[in-house]
């Protein structure tokens, strides 16, 4: 079973490139969530989607855009990578928003992004 | 709004000590309460949960207690091994939108 995939695992960038994450999963979930790990500060929300054709904005939504392609896929972008944005990004899915039973959040293994 | 609290780390222990991670919480409403680990270079995955006061999660010889009296969801091990050392987030999820809010992360480092 593979869950949630994040492709690339690693990545350097410079200072204005893009990029897009990428982010699918297997298990029919209805919710995805884009978060970033830093130091000291826990998991922050960038970005979600509750459901196929929505996504909100969560606690650090500056620099990203998102786009729910389709049930299986999320993917994060960024425009303009600034060195404020190295971090590692997860993705995770749940089945269902709202139920907190089943708000049970599978996350895939991480990307590692160094903007220099 | 919501926040989640947990005691810095690290903490360090032999092994078969007794492990205590302190976890605190603010929300409205009845939030459901979630442990998760993070292994090296690994993702987070759910270690135990609870929904609703006075529920016991509990997983892997791990548990904590939903507090509300308290607002605490505190973890604890009887006897950790080696294989335990990871990093420990507890985490809320309250309204209906699904998102949870992480506390800081504890790493947990346990010496032979």
């Known amino acids: 079973n593979a869950g949630v995939t994040q492709t690339p695992k690693f990545q350097v960038l410079k200072t204005g490139q893009s990029m897009t994450l990428q982010c699918a999963q297997d298990?029919?979930?209805?919710?995805m969530y884009w978060y970033r790990q830093d130091p000291g500060m826990g998991l922050r929300l960038i970005y979600y989607s509750a459901s196929e054709g929505t996504t909100d904005k969560g606690e650090v939504p500056n620099g990203y855009n998102v786009s729910r392609l389709n049930k299986r896929e999320f993917s994060l972008r960024l425009e303009s990578a600034a060195p404020s944005q190295t971090s590692v990004y997860f993705c995770?899915?749940?089945?269902?928003?709202?139920?907190?039973?089943?708000?049970?959040?599978?996350f895939g293994a991480g990307t590692r992004l160094s903007v220099l | 709004g919501d926040s989640v609290t947990q005691m810095e780390g690290p903490v360090t222990l032999s092994e078969e000590a007794f492990l205590t991670i302190n976890c605190t919480y603010t929300?409205?409403?009845?939030?459901?309460l979630f442990w998760y680990v993070q292994y090296p270079g690994e993702g987070l995955q759910l270690l135990l949960k609870?929904?609703?006061?006075?529920d016991k999660g509990s997983n892997k010889g791990f548990e904590a207690t939903y507090r509300k009296e308290t607002t605490s969801f505190h973890l604890e091990k009887g006897s950790v091994q080696v294989s335990d050392s990871a990093v420990y987030f507890c985490a809320l999820s309250s309204g209906n939108t699904g998102k949870l809010i992480f506390g800081q992360g504890t790493t947990l480092q346990v010496k032979p």
């Open positions: 609870a929904t609703k006061a006075d």
């Open positions: 995770a899915s749940s089945e269902l928003a709202g139920e907190g039973a089943k708000n049970i959040q599978y």
């Open positions: 929300a409205t409403g009845y939030p459901s």
């Open positions: 298990m029919n979930h209805n919710s």
